[in-house]
Structures are given as structure tokens and as C-alpha cells.
Nanobody
């Protein structure tokens, strides 16, 4: 069974940091573009960041640029989202997603084939 499982969500204070992990099972992430998306209550899902299969290409949303970092470890079949300088508006369910591609990045959700179940991130004092 092909699965993506996110972890690392939780409660953080404004200005704090969290590190989310996305681990694949049932398939290798090598050669897959992986993206992180989020959905806040009452809002549409939005793309946050994406990394190409070879780890060279990256893209960030305007809100994530300069604060969030995406990385991958293909040996561990994992992709990570490091979130710094967190704001209340970062509160959302965060999802990782993957699709097979070479050298591509995308913040468009319908590009993606596989999705995780999501992990809640709450930023509050």
C-alpha cells in the first residue's frame, strides 16, 4: 500500500519553530516531486513549498519564503519541512503530497498523485 505519513505537528508559540516530517511507505520517494500544502479552517488548501525529486529545485509560496525550509533524505524516504518564525496565520492542517516527475516543482495541488492524512499545526500563545 502506497502511503505518505506526516508527523511533527503540534502547538508552537508565535516566533517559534516546528519541523514536520513526511515519510513514504510502499514506494520510494526517489524521483518524486514532494510538496507541502496546508488548509486552515474555512480556507482553501494552498501550496506551501515543493522540492524536486533530485532535491535541486525548490519553490515556496510568498508566505513561506524566507521562513520555511524544505529538504529531503531519499535514503530515509523522507521529506522535511522546517518552519521558523511561526505566525498565528500559519495555523492549519499540513499535508505532504508526491507525484512522479523529473526536475519539477509545483504548488498546484492537482499535480499531485499521493497525499498524506495531514498533521495539525497550531501557532498560539
Amino acid at each position: 500500500q502506497l502511503q505518505l505519513v506526516e508527523s511533527g505537528g503540534g502547538l508552537a508559540q508565535p516566533g517559534g519553530s516546528l519541523r514536520l516530517s513526511c515519510v513514504a511507505s510502499g514506494f520510494s520517494l526517489d524521483g518524486y516531486t514532494v510538496g507541502w500544502f496546508r488548509q486552515a479552517p474555512g480556507k482553501e488548501r494552498e501550496g506551501v513549498t515543493s522540492i524536486s525529486g533530485d532535491g535541486v529545485g525548490r519553490s515556496f509560496s510568498h508566505s513561506a519564503e524566507g521562513r520555511f525550509t524544505i529538504s529531503r533524505d531519499n535514503a530515509k524516504n523522507a521529506v522535511y519541512l522546517e518552519m521558523n518564525s511561526l505566525k498565528a496565520e500559519d495555523t492549519a492542517v499540513y499535508y505532504c503530497a508526491a507525484y512522479r516527475a523529473i526536475g519539477a516543482v509545483s504548488l498546484i495541488d492537482h499535480s499531485y498523485q499521493y497525499w498524506g492524512q495531514g498533521t495539525q499545526v497550531t501557532v498560539s500563545s
